[in-house]
C-alpha cells in the first residue's frame, strides 16, 4: 500500500486533489505487516475480477493480466512506445 499512498499524496501534493481526507485514515499502515504478500489468482479468477471492475479500470487489468510487468510500468506506457511495424512494446524500467 505504500506506492498507493504516495502516489494518492502527491496528487494531494500537486493539488489534483482537494483533500486527503479519503485515504489519510484508510490506508495507514498496519502495524506488524511489513512483508511481502504472495496471491498469485488463477485465469477463473482474474476474468471474474476483471468481469466485475469497473469499466475505467477493466482495460488496465486485463493488460495486467496478460503482460508480466508491474502496475506502474504498465501506467507509464505511451503509444510511442509500440512499434507497430515489428508487433512490440518498448518498456523503459527506471
Known amino acids: 500500500m505504500s506506492p498507493v499512498r504516495a502516489a494518492l499524496n502527491l496528487a494531494f501534493a500537486d493539488g489534483k486533489v ?3 481526507f479519503a ?3 484508510d490506508l495507514k499502515p498496519i502495524k506488524n505487516a511489513s512483508r511481502r504478500r504472495e ?3 488463477d ?3 482474474r476474468r471474474n475480477l476483471i468481469a466485475h471492475a469497473p469499466p475505467e479500470i477493466a482495460p488496465f487489468l486485463q ?3 496478460m503482460l508480466p510487468l ?3 510500468a504498465l501506467a507509464a506506457l505511451q ?3 509500440f512499434n507497430a511495424r515489428l508487433k512490440a ?3 523503459v524500467t527506471a
Open 18 to 20: 482537494t483533500s486527503d
Open 23 to 25: 485515504w489519510r485514515e
Open 39 to 41: 496471491l498469485y489468482l
Open 43 to 45: 485465469r477463473k479468477q
Open 63 to 65: 493488460c495486467l493480466s
Open 70 to 72: 508491474r502496475p506502474g
Open 79 to 81: 503509444v510511442a512506445d
Open 89 to 91: 512494446i518498448r518498456i
